[in-house]
């Protein structure tokens, strides 16, 4: 079965720090997708980022970057120079092709704080 | 707006009710999914449409969660004879499928379902 891990419930940073937001995978398939999604208080999820399994590079997005290591089954997310409007909970998602439903499941979020 | 849509955003029904919820989803996407979201957690797969077809059911929580697509667009998700265990936020989710290609899912705000 498939399980997303995200250890770090919450974090809390002063603006303008560096912060990573761990994510730890487990599945049996070979090929799948892992995600990355923003919830701010208003509830709605925030498409960030998707990353297929045979895609290792890293990718950076503006002050946004993801660290995909398959040997470690993780897949972190670093947001640079924070800002109080970072303020949300974070999801990493997994979805497995070979079920060919491709529903996501989730890891339990880290709710990050950005304190001005 | 050409995001998805639920209605209503907030419900707050009695024990023992029935409860329904509708989703529009973006107006291209066949595929349409609905999860469940608890406080403190990530949203938990439901059940999945391919147009009006209702691929898989098995996640839903019990026999009092039904859903429907009948015409592949709307889809909607009613829970009879509410129990208090079952206030959440309910989400919904749509993605484009074409052969074994996916996009990624985007969602709606949620419904927040509340029982007394």
């Known amino acids: 079965a498939q399980k997303v891990t995200q250890a770090q419930t919450e974090i809390s940073v002063v603006e303008k720090e560096d912060v990573t937001l761990d994510c730890v995978y487990e599945?049996?398939?070979?090929?799948?997708?892992l995600f990355w999604y923003k919830q701010p208080p208003s509830g709605e999820l925030v498409f960030l980022i998707r990353?297929?399994?045979?895609?290792?590079q890293n990718e950076i997005s503006g002050r946004y970057s993801w660290n995909f290591q398959k040997s470690t089954s993780s897949f972190n997310f670093t947001i640079t120079a924070s800002q109080v409007v970072d303020s949300a909970v974070y999801f990493c998602?997994?979805?497995?092709?070979?079920?060919?439903?491709?529903?996501?499941?989730f890891g339990s979020g880290t709710r990050l704080q950005v304190q001005p | 707006d050409t995001g998805v849509s639920q209605d209503p955003r907030h419900k707050i029904t009695k024990r023992g009710q029935n409860v329904t919820f509708r989703c529009d989803p973006i107006s291209e996407h066949n595929r349409l999914y609905w999860y469940r979201q608890t406080l403190g957690q990530g949203p938990e797969f439901l059940t999945y449409?391919?147009?009006?077809?209702?691929?898989?059911k098995s996640r839903l929580l019990s026999d009092r969660f039904s859903a429907e697509r009948p015409k592949g667009s709307f889809s909607t998700l009613e829970i009879q004879r509410t129990e208090q265990g079952d206030s959440a936020m309910y989400l919904c989710?749509?993605?484009?499928?074409?052969?074994?290609?996916?996009?990624?899912?985007?969602f709606g705000q949620g419904t927040r379902l509340t029982v007394v």
């Open positions: 449409f391919q147009n009006e077809a209702q691929l898989e």
């Open positions: 990353r297929n399994s045979f895609d290792e």
């Open positions: 998602a997994l979805s497995e092709e070979n079920t060919g439903r491709r529903a996501l499941t």
């Open positions: 599945t049996r398939d070979t090929t799948y997708y």
């Open positions: 989710a749509s993605s484009l499928g074409i052969g074994t290609q996916n996009t990624e899912a985007f």
